[in-house]
T-cell receptor, first 117, second 115 residues
Framework: GQQLNQSPQSMFIQEGEDVSMNCTSS?????WLWYKQDPGEGPVLLIA?????ELTSNGRLTAQFGITRKDSFLNISASIPSDVGIYFC?????????????????FGTGTLLAVQP | DSGVTQTPKHLITATGQRVTLRCSPR?????VYWYQQSLDQGLQFLIQ???????AKGNILERFSAQQFPDLHSELNLSSLELGDSALYFC??????????????FGPGTRLTVT
């Protein structure tokens, strides 16, 4: 199946440090979404980006939609222990077909974040 | 809490059997998406329904099928199960598919174990 390239694969940091992760694709997307997933739980939506170049914040999280529409990055500032989890990017192509449109998500490979108190 | 509910939380069954996974979307959401998450393939799109109609298919096996009912809940049917079907199955919902793109909200998932 198709997956987007997400890096780094894992990060082990100290509490209070800033974190950066990014996602790249060979395809253009209309929307970029960032999710966090805890073990055994469903992905939780963190940030949605709808325009190329858009920079959006949600508390300590900041994400940007790349100008080429083929990449996105997520920054977490001043990390805390509850930031631990797996972060996924997801690209969305809004495709209009006969019978209607579709908005399926293509997910990145994930970044495992561990924060040491 | 995303507002998307899925049942059951866990399912253990034997090879060759058939199971049904159920999803209720967020109130007012017309689109339902099913995704499979496995260690080797990551999160993969399976199928999308909008207001009762199939809209898109992804990497869904022929042994798998889905439907969306008039009350907008959806069921994913998995038959002739194989060991490799063991995975987490997620349902997501969003308001619609026409016009702008929409955010998708995920349920807690069903963990399927095939023995």
């Amino acid at each position: 199946g198709q997956q987007l390239n997400q890096s780094p694969q894992s990060m082990f940091i100290q509490e209070g440090e800033d974190v950066s992760m990014n996602c790249t694709s060979s395809s253009i997307f209309n929307t970029w979404l960032w999710y966090k997933q805890d073990p055994g739980e469903g992905p939780v939506l963190l940030i949605a980006l709808y325009k190329a170049g858009e920079l959006t914040s949600n508390g300590r999280l900041t994400a940007q939609f790349g100008i080429t529409r083929k990449d996105s990055f997520l920054n977490i500032s001043a990390s805390i222990p509850s930031d631990v989890g797996i972060y996924f990017c997801a690209g969305q192509q809004h495709l209009v077909r006969r019978g209607g449109a579709t908005n399926k998500l293509i997910f990145g490979t994930g970044t495992l974040l561990a924060v040491q108190p | 809490d995303s507002g998307v509910t899925q049942t059951p939380k866990h399912l253990i069954t034997a090879t060759g059997q058939r199971v049904t996974l159920r999803c209720s979307p967020r109130s007012g959401d017309l689109s339902v998406y099913w995704y499979q998450q496995s260690l080797d393939q990551g999160l993969q799109f399976l199928i999308q329904y909008y207001n009762g109609e199939e809209r898109a298919k992804g990497n869904i096996l022929e042994r798998f099928s889905a439907q969306q009912f008039p009350d907008l809940h959806s069921e994913l049917n998995l038959s002739s199960l194989e060991l490799g079907d063991s995975a987490l199955y997620f349902c997501a919902s969003s308001p619609g598919t026409s016009g702008d793109s929409y955010e998708q909200y995920f349920g807690p998932g069903t963990r399927l174990t095939v023995t």
